[in-house]
């Protein structure tokens, strides 16, 4: 269904707005079950409040005489997959009787690695809220590797559970939507990048409503039969310093209108228009087929196309490219990362969510009334934002806020899983360099939102079961990835329920501006957003794309859940925006993570690399810093 090995691309009350939806209680214990809360969820009311006014408002909390419990021997900040994976490291090291304590501000744990659920006529049905798949395990380090085969993921069983021909046996193709408001009418129609050859190529692109001259251009893209002239081939002696869309004006002659069928591909990817990235950047990303790549192998005189080598988190060069075989993109538990986060929680605190394996912890009800308890050795305490962190004479001490109210807490050790933004707000002892290096990367806006319907056999009808939405408030939409497994099964028919899974990248369309820019802006207009204003633009755009198939969103919809990230995912370097030679391995985010004594830092932007591997090679380096000495 998906081929890609780069990200698609990142809570408050629960708000049904179906009969179908249900309330986000647990049955036997009346607490909380936050899976089933829909509405407004990801940086949900009560989650962001409190780092927002330490941060935009100065405020500040008086920190308390009398410590909250006894001293701990680390104190994690942050319960995402860094946060769950440093304390698990921690435990291996130091032994089963160290004593771990998890805080993080939202109501749930996993970070970005959320778990939706919708009941529908009877019928569970469980979607991802953000963090998506395990990408190309083959290439992990060999702690990251270790870590998710110890918390009991054996990825080659997803080659049974990823119905990788689903999309075939239901005549299910990709489409590209376009936006009246770009384009000048509201129009489904298959994507000519999956033709199966030239001819229904040019058929297809026929139906664009886009400029002769954007349609000849776009075929010279997806064949690869690029217009040749001494100033392209110039330009591409520097791949990284060529802007994509200029590389486009050359070699294709392709018009404004023909870039916007484009620029917005990237959004759920980078967070930002393809406007912002360069030719080397887009070589890697595999949307346009093989045309891109080999027609610029093809100029450039069968050289390396990309003209770039991978780095390692040493600088050292290659991370496994060219030694493993391409892996499909099907590492993808139900609930996405949601998964793996269950499995380290398993892992940590056995009693929240029993069971002894990958398959039956889909459908294993988590306890969320176990996670903090006295008795145990390892506790995660949820809805409570951090708000000072700092050396002691005997180690570290961290003051966080929960229900209102400052509470302090004393460790040996502090891992800070937290984003790397708010840490400057949170310790006070970083020097000058530290600060202004936590400071430089841009968090990346995306809301990942999970729509339950009660049929899909308007999709079916329409032949379309993935859709790329140019100039739309969804980027992109579709039937969500087709995994079975643990007693759990995805749709077998179109008469049955399904969760679609719809992706709005926060930043603003400015073109020839710094990404990070529309970034800062997309974030401002994302939190103003009420959860009214995602339901409406939501069945508006699948009312547009399905509508004319016999899809009516009052009818078809059950239930929304909208995880919105404001501050969401992981600066990856760029390079026509950053300074030269950054790399997961060389840039600012080498600074901003340096050790502050007994406190370390472990998240993803301290990789400055969005991935599972990425935030548990963080939590390893935190982890051996702080246990080394």
């Known amino acids: 269904m998906r081929t890609i090995t780069r990200r698609a691309f990142l809570q408050g009350m629960a708000v049904p707005i179906a009969a179908h939806a249900v309330p986000g209680f647990a049955a036997a214990?009346?607490?909380?079950?936050?899976?089933?809360?829909?509405?407004?969820?990801?940086?949900?009311?009560?989650?962001?409040?409190?780092?927002h006014a330490l941060a935009r408002e100065g405020a500040r909390w008086p920190r308390p005489r009398g410590r909250t419990d006894s001293v701990y021997d680390l104190v994690v900040v942050g319960a995402g997959i860094s946060g769950l994976s440093a304390a698990w490291l921690f435990r291996q090291q130091m032994g089963a009787e160290a004593r771990i304590l998890i805080l993080d501000n939202h109501d749930d744990f996993g970070g970005h690695a959320k778990r939706n659920e919708f009941d529908i006529d009877g019928r569970t049905l469980i979607g991802y809220g953000g963090s998506q798949s395990i990408d190309a395990p083959a290439s992990y380090s060999r702690v990251a590797r270790q870590v998710i085969r110890a918390v009991g993921v054996d990825v080659k069983r997803f080659y049974d559970y990823f119905d990788a021909g689903f999309q075939a046996r239901h005549h299910l193709d990709q489409g590209v939507l376009f936006a009246k408001d770009t384009f000048g009418v509201n129009r489904l129609v298959r994507d000519a990048v999956t033709a199966a050859n030239a001819d229904e190529r040019r058929r297809r692109l026929a139906a664009y409503p886009v400029s002769a001259k954007a349609r000849a251009a776009l075929e010279r893209l997806y064949a690869g039969q690029f217009i040749d002239s001494p100033a392209l081939r110039e330009r591409l002696d520097e791949p990284e310093r060529?802007?994509?869309?200029?590389?486009?004006?050359?070699?294709?002659?392709?018009?404004e209108d023909g870039l916007r069928v484009l620029r917005d591909l990237t959004r759920t990817f980078w967070g930002f228009g393809a406007d912002a990235l360069s030719l080397r950047e887009m070589l890697d990303f595999p949307v346009f087929g093989a045309g891109l790549s080999q027609g610029v192998a093809a100029l450039s005189g069968?050289?390396?196309?990309?003209?770039?080598?991978?780095?390692?988190?040493?600088?050292?060069?290659?991370?496994?490219?060219?030694?493993?075989?391409?892996?499909?993109?099907?590492f993808h538990f139900?609930?996405?990362?949601?998964?793996?986060?269950?499995?380290?929680?398993?892992?940590?605190?056995?009693?929240?969510?029993?069971?002894?394996?990958?398959?039956?912890?889909?459908?294993?009800?988590?306890?969320?009334?176990?996670?903090?308890?006295?008795?145990?050795?390892?506790?995660?305490?949820?809805?409570?934002?951090?708000?000072?962190?700092r050396n002691t004479a005997s180690g570290a001490e961290v003051v966080y806020v929960r229900g209102g109210t400052a509470a302090r807490v004393e460790a040996k050790h502090v891992i800070l899983a937290c984003w790397n933004n708010m840490i400057p707000h949170l310790c006070p002892e970083l020097g000058p360099a530290q600060r202004e290096a936590l400071e430089y990367p841009e968090k990346i806006p995306l809301a990942v939102i999970n729509v339950g319907l009660l049929n899909w056999r308007a999709i079916a009808d329409s032949g379309i079961g993935e859709v790329h939405a140019p100039g739309g408030f969804l980027s992109r939409l579709g039937l969500d990835f087709p995994v079975s497994m643990g007693g759990y099964r995805y749709s077998a028919n179109p008469d049955q329920p399904v969760v679609l899974d719809c992706w709005h990248a926060g930043a603003t369309r400015e073109t020839g501006t710094d990404p990070r820019e529309r970034l800062r802006n997309g974030r401002h207009a994302m939190l103003a957003l009420r959860f009214e204003d995602y339901e409406a633009a939501v069945r508006a755009q699948l009312d547009a794309a399905w509508g004319s198939h016999g899809f009516d969103p009052d009818r078809d919809i059950a239930a929304i859940t909208v995880n919105r990230w404001p501050h969401g995912y992981t600066w990856e370097y760029t390079d026509l925006w950053d300074p030269p030679a950054t790399s997961r391995g060389a840039g600012p985010h080498v600074i901003?993570?340096?050790?502050?004594?007994?406190?370390?830092?472990?998240?993803?932007?301290?990789?400055?690399?969005?991935?599972?591997?990425?935030?548990?090679?963080?939590?390893?380096?935190?982890?051996?810093?702080?246990?080394?000495?």
């Open 334 to 389: 139900p609930d996405g990362n949601a998964g793996l986060a269950r499995l380290l929680v398993r892992s940590l605190v056995p009693d929240a969510i029993p069971g002894q394996t990958m398959e039956d912890v889909v459908l294993t009800r988590a306890r969320y009334d176990r996670l903090d308890r006295a008795e145990q050795q390892v506790r995660i305490r949820l809805a409570s934002t951090a708000v000072d962190v």
């Open 592 to 629: 901003g993570r340096q050790q502050i004594g007994r406190i370390s830092i472990a998240n993803a932007d301290s990789e400055a690399f969005a991935y599972v591997n990425g935030a548990i090679d963080a939590a390893y380096r935190a982890v051996h810093e702080q246990t080394a000495r």
């Open 302 to 330: 069968h050289r390396s196309a990309s003209g770039f080598e991978a780095t390692d988190a040493s600088g050292e060069t290659d991370l496994g490219a060219g030694l493993y075989p391409e892996e499909p993109y099907i």
């Open 242 to 255: 060529l802007p994509f869309e200029d590389f486009l004006r050359l070699a294709t002659e392709m018009p």
């Open 29 to 51: 214990t009346g607490a909380p079950y936050p899976p089933a809360f829909t509405g407004l969820r990801g940086a949900h009311e009560g989650a962001f409040e409190v780092a």
